[in-house]
Nanobody, 122 residues
Framework: QVQLVESGGRLVQAGGSLRLSCAASGRTFSSYALGWFRQAPGKEREFVAVVSRNGYMTYYADSVKGRFTISRDNAKNTVYLTMNSLKPEDTAVYYC???????????????WGQGTQVTVSS
């Protein structure tokens, strides 16, 4: 099993940057691809980014390409989402999730964190 806890969410001004962290507990962290999703009020949960088990492959939603970077440190059992050039539309609860293989589909992720709120002011 994998337990995930996100942190780092806060209020930030548009154009600013923020790094989210997701700390995992358990013995199987390296067996999973790790993804980030987000959900804004009144919106469906949407894919943001995912990194493969070994960290070599990454995929991003078109809306965040060039601005967000996902990375992982298996030695620390942590996955990160570095967000730059933040926009008000990035405001959402951000969730860390684990999947057996790289996917952009939320229903293929089997472990989820509780989420961390990111608010971008205009």
């Amino acid at each position: 099993q994998v337990q995930l806890v996100e942190s780092g969410g806060r209020l930030v001004q548009a154009g600013g940057s923020l790094r989210l962290s997701c700390a995992a507990s358990g013995r199987t962290f390296s067996s999973y691809a790790l993804g980030w999703f987000r959900q804004a009020p009144g919106k469906e949960r949407e894919f943001v980014a995912v990194v493969s088990r070994n960290g070599y492959m990454t995929y991003y939603a078109d809306s965040v390409k060039g601005r967000f970077t996902i990375s992982r440190d298996n030695a620390k059992n942590t996955v990160y989402l570095t967000m730059n050039s933040l926009k008000p539309e990035d405001t959402a609860v951000y969730y860390c999730a684990a999947t057996p293989s790289v996917s952009t589909k939320f229903d293929e992720y089997i472990y989820w964190g509780q989420g961390t709120q990111v608010t971008v002011s205009s």
